[in-house]
Structures are given as structure tokens and as C-alpha cells.
T-cell receptor, first 116, second 116 residues
């Protein structure tokens, strides 16, 4: 079974600075997907960024980028130029798709606070 | 409405009550999911419906009973719950395609359930 670990329960960062959230996972699969989801306070969970395991190039979405280290089974999220709206719970997730459903395994989350 | 909606947003019930949570997706997806989000625990996948057929039941107690009458609607029927069942219940949907092709899961806002 796959597991996802986020070792930082809470983090804070000053507005406009850069922060990195850690995620490690355990799997014997070779083909899979990794995600970072964001859950703002009292709002819906939304996808921030995703990475296909077969791609060596790290995914980037505007101010969000990942450092994917497949051999180390590490998948960290870097947020540049942090904004107050980035305050949220961030969940790292692993997914091995199949024909029956996309079974996500989520980490416990990191609560990020962006300070003015 | 667009996306994934859930009603009610908040629910307080006694241990002997029977209630139902409703989820509706307006995205034309063919798969729907129920997750449980408890404080300080990872998101737990409860049920997966693929083309209205239940394909996953992750050892969920029988006091939770899902129903998927069509590809747009998903219900979670609750009866004789326990206080430890208090949590945020999230619904999600996605479009499954053949083979190991990924499509993003879209989440609803959740129902905050409190069992007294």
C-alpha cells in the first residue's frame, strides 16, 4: 500500500517570500501521479499542481513549482512570492490510476500561514 | 451551479438519527467519490462509484450507506452514527478514461458533520 508523509504540520512565511513544503511517499509502483492540493479556510479543495512520475522535468504553475526526486520518493512544493491568499492547508497526494477509479492517497497536510 | 455541490453544508445529528448527505456534479463526469476528512488525519477515501457502479469500499462501517442513482448524483446515507464519525465529508468527481490516463478530481465544499 502507498503512504504519503508530510513532516511539517504547520509552517509560516512572510508575504512575498519563498516557502517549501515537504512531501515523501512510499510505493513500489513505477507509473503514478503526484499532486499538491490546496484547501483554503472554509473553501473547496483545489488542485495546485501535478506531476507525472514518468516525466523528469519538474512541473511549474506560475508561482508554484515542485522538486520531484523519484529515486528519493520526494515531492516538495515551492511557493514563490507568497501571497496572503496562499494561506491554506496543503495536501500532497499520490495516485495510481486504474480502470476502476482513481484512488488517491493523501498526506496529513501542512497548514501554511502567510503573514503580512 | 457549476462544479461539485454538496448539501447540507453543516449537519448536527444525534446518534439515533438518520440523515443523508447529497452531492451533485455538473461536470459531466462518470466517477464520483466520498472522502472523510478528520482533524489531524489524512483524507480517507470511503467509496468510489465508476459509471454508477460501486467499485471501492474501503472498510467503511455499515452505518454509512452510499447511493448513486445516476452519474450526476451521489448520496451518503447515515444512521446510528458515533461521535467519532464527526468530520468533514467531501465529495469529488472525475472523468475516467480507458487505460492509465489521469483526469483531475474536482472536490465539493464538503459537509461538516457533528454527531452528538
Amino acid at each position: 500500500a502507498q503512504t504519503v508523509t508530510q513532516s511539517q504540520p504547520e509552517m509560516s512565511v512572510q508575504e512575498a517570500e519563498t516557502v517549501t513544503l515537504s512531501c515523501t511517499y512510499d510505493t513500489s509502483e513505477n507509473n503514478y501521479y503526484l499532486f499538491w492540493y490546496k484547501q483554503p479556510p472554509s473553501r473547496q479543495m483545489i488542485l495546485v499542481i501535478r506531476q507525472e512520475a514518468y516525466k523528469q522535468q519538474n512541473a511549474t504553475e506560475n508561482r508554484f513549482s515542485v522538486n520531484f526526486q523519484k529515486a528519493a520518493k520526494s515531492f516538495s512544493l515551492k511557493i514563490s512570492d507568497s501571497q496572503l491568499g496562499d494561506t491554506a492547508m496543503y495536501f500532497c497526494a499520490f495516485m495510481k490510476p486504474d480502470n476502476y477509479g482513481q484512488n488517491f492517497v493523501f498526506g496529513p497536510g501542512t497548514r501554511l500561514s502567510v503573514l503580512p | 451551479e457549476t462544479g461539485v455541490t454538496q448539501t447540507p453544508r453543516h449537519l448536527v445529528m444525534g446518534m439515533t438519527n438518520k440523515k443523508s448527505l447529497k452531492c451533485e456534479q455538473h461536470l459531466g463526469h462518470n466517477a464520483m467519490y466520498w472522502y472523510k476528512q478528520s482533524a489531524k488525519k489524512p483524507l480517507e477515501l470511503m467509496f468510489v462509484y465508476n459509471f454508477k457502479e460501486q467499485t471501492e469500499n474501503n472498510s467503511v462501517p455499515s452505518r454509512f450507506s452510499p447511493e448513486c442513482p445516476n452519474s450526476s448524483h451521489l448520496f451518503l446515507h447515515l444512521h446510528t452514527l458515533q461521535p467519532e464519525d464527526s468530520a468533514l465529508y467531501l465529495c469529488a468527481s472525475s472523468q475516467l478514461t480507458s487505460g492509465e490516463i489521469y483526469n483531475e478530481q474536482f472536490f465539493g465544499p464538503g459537509t461538516r458533520l457533528t454527531v452528538l
